[in-house]
């Protein structure tokens, strides 16, 4: 009997990931490689994706594959099959599935990766069960995407749920997207790292103990790294997390003003730092929120699949048509 098997591939500012997943959301084979630089042509990217695909599919029966689908950390137009931008790869108006679809002979679904992520977390995670739910991926840059009643809304053109690219500082720091002051700049983890290499540039005596662990070398400086300071206790790193933390909560106070949601799920590679980020963002959350102590609140919490939602959610989105 065919065991209706899928493959995702999860494509980040930083690493392709891909994996065989079946029915339950679990992962059988896995792969991974670097996203090429952000100057080379789409068609490098391109290969990448179809390198990935078929490895994963030597190590499986062709026939049991029924769908590969892809995450694209960019915006995704209605008919999903096109990148219409990516702010952190080379993607213009790019036509993503045919480019790949005469190379690699399955049914091919593009999507945005935090829908992706979101599917995941809602067929298999934290918001199995839930009908209204907004999920937040804070990685490079933040990624975003709403369902309700099982159906993710992707907007009139596809591009719905980029609410890393809100607004929140009139005059803010520069995006990568052309405005100032989006919310990606104040609550992602370029934000977490530029603040840190910031006050370890202006000779900050505060951040003496982070540098010294990095054997004074700041360009070593991530957003992993500051996470494990963290959890050592420096206070350095716990409160450039806590800062992060805040605008987080102030940018989910506004989506609950804008959706009114009974869940939020906050995933990506900067919710590791666990409770010393979602911790400070519910309190700014519950100081932000409109009419505060007179409507119910959202709860927030933290994924629960990490960083493989992306992939999970790319394939059962593919297999399931959704």
């Given amino acids: 009997m065919s065991r209706r098997l899928a493959i995702g591939i999860d494509i980040g500012g930083t690493k392709v990931a891909g994996g065989v997943v079946d029915e339950s959301g679990i992962i059988t084979h896995r792969t991974r490689r670097d996203t090429p630089h952000r100057s080379t042509s789409p068609a490098v990217v391109e290969n ?3 390198e990935s695909v078929e490895e994963l599919l030597s190590h499986v029966d062709r026939d049991d594959v029924v769908a590969v689908g892809i995450g694209a950390a960019g915006f995704v137009a209605e008919d999903r099959a096109t990148v219409v931008f990516a702010p952190h790869l080379s993607w213009r108006n790019e036509p993503l599935r045919q480019a790949l679809a005469h190379r690699i002979d399955l049914p091919i679904t593009v999507d945005n990766d935090a829908n ?3 599917w995941a977390e809602a067929s298999f995670g934290a918001a199995k069960g839930e009908s209204h739910v907004v999920v937040i991926t804070l990685g490079t840059g933040i ?10 809304q992707r907007g009139r053109h596809g591009i719905a749920g980029e609410f890393g690219h809100m607004q929140i500082m009139p005059g803010g720091v520069r995006c990568e997207c052309g405005n100032r002051g989006c919310w990606e700049q104040y609550a992602s ?3 977490l790292v530029r603040e840190a290499r910031a006050m370890i540039e202006a000779g900050s005596p505060v951040v003496a103990d982070l540098l010294a662990r990095l054997g004074g070398d700041a360009a070593a400086l991530t957003g992993p790294f500051i996470t494990e300071s963290a959890r050592d206790g420096d206070p350095t790193a716990r409160e450039l997390l806590a800062d992060i933390g805040k605008w987080l909560g102030i940018g989910l106070a506004n989506l609950a003003s804008a959706f009114d949601p009974g869940l939020f799920v906050i995933g990506g590679g900067v919710s590791a730092a666990d409770e010393m980020l979602i911790g400070p963002a519910r309190e700014a ?6 009419g505060r102590g007179y409507r119910p609140e959202a709860r927030i919490v933290r994924a629960v699949l990490g960083s493989d939602a992306g992939l999970i959610g790319a394939a059962e989105l593919a297999r399931v048509g959704r």
């Fill in 143 to 152: 990624g975003g995407a709403l369902i309700i009643d099982g159906t993710v």
């Fill in 48 to 50: 990448t994706i179809v």
């Fill in 189 to 191: 983890g370029n934000a």
């Fill in 116 to 118: 992706a992520a979101a």
């Fill in 285 to 290: 959350f519950r100081r932000q929120l409109p």
